[in-house]
């Protein structure tokens, strides 16, 4: 089993590597399973966790970008329809099909201004009429029409509108529905596509809480932040894929660059069990009349609402503000007017920083969320090149991996082996397609595990498919001991220990934000964060010491950068 330790062993051994990839979120997380699906050796470092940065920041949507069709984005668009409906194929445990509901309060609003803006004419936007949004949903929908993975856009009147929606706000003249999709867990995504990668063979290393400290001739120097020990690599080449960090990744390697610049996006989850109801299974996409869209989506028994966009210079020190709050309230309470939505139904906030490519526009919200790969040629003392990812949208990050990979295989004289266009992902590989399936499924790790049903179907609906191998793990290493967290009765000692043991965790927080949804769905409580540092604490050796540190230190992360306050 690869493991951070497996990759220290190798660092230490060895100080040679084809390609070493910075940044372990998404964009740098699909270029490694790429890389080691051709069979390269590959390294993947990333300061912190895997996925904590911007790709723990989104709006939990895989979406091909209706409102870019409006700068005439049809290229980005058609990219990010097409992998949309693949991850939806590719990872059907975590991505499904989302009904994306807006409402309209005028019908010929928008029209002239919409092909001033097209023309490069203007630069403004005005509110959007139903048959503004007519042109652009069946525009949107002839994207997608020769896959058929989902949908057409419908149109509901008025009184349908408020029958289906009875606390939407009654001046709406009609709604109109479209599909995208929705993204769980998109840290989950992440991790199962680094482990995906690691299952391909040892030619694979991947070590988070890794920093690239320097460069110089043909070696980077690289960081273990855990214990400060120093370790040198000798990359043929680099992929900077460190997201709103890298310009400060490619200053550390010796090259001043001014690749992108910084849009803030924040999120709020709220706990109204009124308005969670009325929407149901419906995702809410409106515009607000400065022009910013404004998404209001389930997740679980709880609502995801967003996003702002603000310039941002620093994503270390990105939190959700309290004149945020304010506007997503003010925004619910615009649609959903007997809403009763309140701050003290906020359960968890959240913060990230889009790394859009450069761009002096204030207005963040009109610069392309398009990427590129830029090469830094071999200079200023540095002997390889340096491919660095700039912009660019999460739901795009394997067509992007793909191009990326292309680059690095003509460099060093490789050619692909294979595609990951219908690769699955994690647990999608053999994801069961039908309810029978799905029983079959169910049964089986039943037979195996001595399981109850209810058990083997939470760890279904967590890890699709991979719910086998976490139960075999469960059964093999904890046995008939295993047994319920006494604070969170939807986990086990034994899940907690897999988690641990096989993704990567070494701090409370890279379980409890990213590995799991208990933060995001207002599941934390003191007894719970003690509970769990007990479990991770046996299985990482912590002293008692560090696991006090280890408490400590999660709490003020939950309070400053969530706007959790534990009582």
Same mark, same amino acid.
Request: hydrophobic share 40%; with cysteine.
């Given at each position: 089993?690869?493991?951070?330790?497996?990759?220290?062993?190798?660092?230490?051994?060895?100080?040679?590597?084809?390609?070493?990839?910075?940044?372990?979120?998404?964009?740098?997380?699909?270029?490694?399973?790429?890389?080691?699906?051709?069979?390269?050796?590959?390294?993947?470092?990333?300061?912190?966790?895997?996925?904590?940065?911007?790709?723990?920041?989104?709006?939990?949507?895989?979406?091909?970008?209706?409102?870019?069709?409006?700068?005439?984005?049809?290229?980005?668009?058609?990219?990010?329809?097409?992998?949309?409906?693949?991850?939806?194929?590719?990872?059907?445990?975590?991505?499904?099909?989302?009904?994306?509901?807006?409402?309209?309060?005028?019908?010929?609003?928008?029209?002239?201004?919409?092909?001033?803006?097209?023309?490069?004419?203007?630069?403004?936007?005005?509110?959007?009429?139903?048959?503004?949004?007519?042109?652009?949903?069946?525009?949107?929908?002839?994207?997608?029409?020769?896959?058929?993975?989902?949908?057409?856009?419908?149109?509901?009147?008025?009184?349908?509108?408020?029958?289906?929606?009875?606390?939407?706000?009654?001046?709406?003249?009609?709604?109109?529905?479209?599909?995208?999709?929705?993204?769980?867990?998109?840290?989950?995504?992440?991790?199962?596509?680094?482990?995906? !990668?690691?299952? %391909?063979?040892?030619?694979? #290393? $991947?070590?988070?809480?890794?920093?690239?400290?320097?460069? @110089?001739?043909?070696? &980077?120097?690289?960081?273990?932040?855990?214990?400060?020990?120093?370790?040198?690599?000798?990359?043929?080449?680099?992929?900077?894929?460190?997201?709103?960090?890298?310009?400060?990744?490619?200053?550390?390697?010796?090259?001043?660059?001014?690749?992108?610049?910084?849009?803030?996006?924040?999120?709020?989850?709220?706990?109204?069990?009124?308005?969670?109801?009325?929407?149901?299974?419906?995702?809410?996409?409106?515009?607000?009349?400065?022009?910013?869209?404004?998404?209001?989506?389930?997740?679980?028994?709880?609502?995801?609402?967003?996003?702002?966009?603000?310039?941002?210079?620093?994503?270390?020190?990105?939190?959700?503000?309290?004149?945020?709050?304010?506007?997503?309230? !003010?925004?619910? %309470?615009?649609?959903?007017? #007997? $809403?009763?939505?309140?701050?003290?139904?906020?359960?968890? @906030?959240?913060?990230? &920083?889009?790394?859009?490519?450069?761009?002096?526009?204030?207005?963040?919200?009109?610069?392309?969320?398009?990427?590129?790969?830029?090469?830094?040629?071999p200079g200023d003392g540095v002997d390889y090149p340096i491919y660095t990812l700039a912009g660019g949208k999460w739901t795009t990050f394997r067509s992007l991996a793909e191009k990326v990979t292309d680059q690095t295989l003509h460099v060093l004289g490789r050619t692909r082996q294979h595609s990951t266009c219908n690769l699955s992902i994690g647990g999608?590989?053999?994801?069961?397609?039908?309810?029978?399936?799905?029983?079959?499924?169910?049964?089986?790790?039943?037979?195996?595990?001595?399981?109850?049903?209810?058990?083997?179907?939470?760890?279904?609906?967590?890890?699709?498919?991979?719910?086998?191998?976490?139960?075999?793990?469960?059964?093999?290493?904890?046995?008939?001991?295993?047994?319920?967290?006494?604070?969170?009765?939807?986990?086990?000692?034994?899940?907690?220990?897999?988690?641990?043991?096989?993704?990567?965790?070494?701090?409370?927080?890279?379980?409890?934000?990213?590995?799991?949804?208990?933060?995001?769905?207002?599941?934390?409580?003191?007894?719970?964060?003690?509970?769990?540092?007990?479990?991770?604490?046996?299985?990482?050796?912590?002293?008692?010491?560090?696991?006090?540190?280890?408490?400590?230190?999660?709490?003020?992360?939950?309070?400053?950068?969530?706007?959790?306050?534990?009582?």
């Amino acid at each position: 089993m690869n493991s951070r330790h497996t990759a220290i062993e190798f660092l230490r051994s060895n100080s040679s590597v084809s390609v070493l990839v910075i940044g372990g979120g998404i964009n740098g997380a699909g270029v490694f399973r790429d890389l080691a699906l051709q069979g390269i050796d590959v390294l993947l470092v990333d300061k912190a966790d895997f996925s904590s940065g911007t790709s723990a920041a989104t709006s939990h949507m895989a979406h091909g970008g209706l409102r870019y069709l409006e700068n005439g984005d049809f290229r980005l668009v058609r990219e990010a329809i097409r992998e949309r409906n693949l991850l939806i194929e590719n990872a059907p445990h975590y991505v499904q099909p989302l009904p994306t509901t807006i409402p309209i309060f005028k019908m010929y609003s928008g029209l002239l201004n919409a092909l001033l803006k097209f023309l490069g004419l203007i630069n403004k936007t005005v509110e959007r009429g139903a048959i503004l949004i007519k042109i652009g949903l069946s525009l949107y929908d002839s994207f997608t029409r020769a896959t058929a993975t989902i949908p057409r856009h419908s149109f509901m009147s008025k009184s349908d509108s408020l029958v289906q929606f009875p606390l939407l706000n009654p001046s709406v003249i009609c709604t109109a529905t479209y599909y995208d999709a929705s993204i769980s867990t998109p840290e989950r995504v992440c991790i199962e596509l680094i482990c995906d !990668a690691l299952e %391909m063979g040892d030619h694979a #290393q $991947a070590a988070n809480y890794m920093s690239a400290l320097g460069a @110089s001739g043909e070696v &980077v120097s690289l960081r273990d932040e855990l214990t400060g020990e120093i370790y040198t690599v000798q990359p043929k080449l680099v992929v900077n894929a460190a997201g709103p960090w890298i310009d400060q990744v490619n200053k550390s390697l010796k090259r001043d660059t001014t690749f992108v610049s910084g849009s803030k996006g924040s999120h709020i989850v709220i706990d109204n069990k009124n308005l969670r109801s009325v929407i149901g299974d419906h995702e809410f996409f409106f515009e607000n009349d400065d022009g910013r869209i404004v998404l209001i989506c389930p997740i679980v028994d709880k609502i995801l609402v967003g996003t702002s966009e603000l310039e941002c210079d620093d994503p270390n020190q990105v939190c959700c503000t309290a004149e945020e709050v304010d506007y997503f309230i !003010a925004m619910i %309470m615009k649609m959903f007017p #007997q $809403a009763n939505v309140s701050r003290d139904q906020i359960v968890f @906030s959240f913060s990230g &920083v889009r790394p859009l490519i450069f761009s002096q526009s204030s207005d963040r919200g009109n610069v392309s969320r398009d990427h590129r790969v830029l090469l830094l040629t071999p200079g200023d003392g540095v002997d390889y090149p340096i491919y660095t990812l700039a912009g660019g949208k999460w739901t795009t990050f394997r067509s992007l991996a793909e191009k990326v990979t292309d680059q690095t295989l003509h460099v060093l004289g490789r050619t692909r082996q294979h595609s990951t266009c219908n690769l699955s992902i994690g647990g999608g590989k053999d994801y069961p397609k039908n309810i029978e399936e799905e029983k079959l499924f169910l049964d089986s790790i039943i037979l195996k595990t001595g399981f109850d049903s209810n058990r083997a179907k939470e760890l279904f609906d967590r890890y699709g498919s991979r719910a086998a191998y976490v139960a075999s793990f469960i059964c093999r290493e904890i046995g008939d001991n295993d047994s319920c967290l006494d604070n969170h009765s939807g986990y086990s000692h034994g899940e907690i220990v897999f988690l641990t043991r096989c993704e990567y965790i070494m701090h409370l927080a890279d379980l409890i934000l990213r590995r799991t949804l208990m933060a995001i769905l207002g599941e934390i409580s003191l007894g719970l964060i003690v509970e769990l540092s007990h479990v991770m604490g046996d299985e990482l050796g912590w002293s008692d010491s560090t696991r006090k540190d280890e408490i400590d230190c999660f709490i003020s992360v939950l309070s400053q950068k969530h706007g959790v306050r534990l009582t």
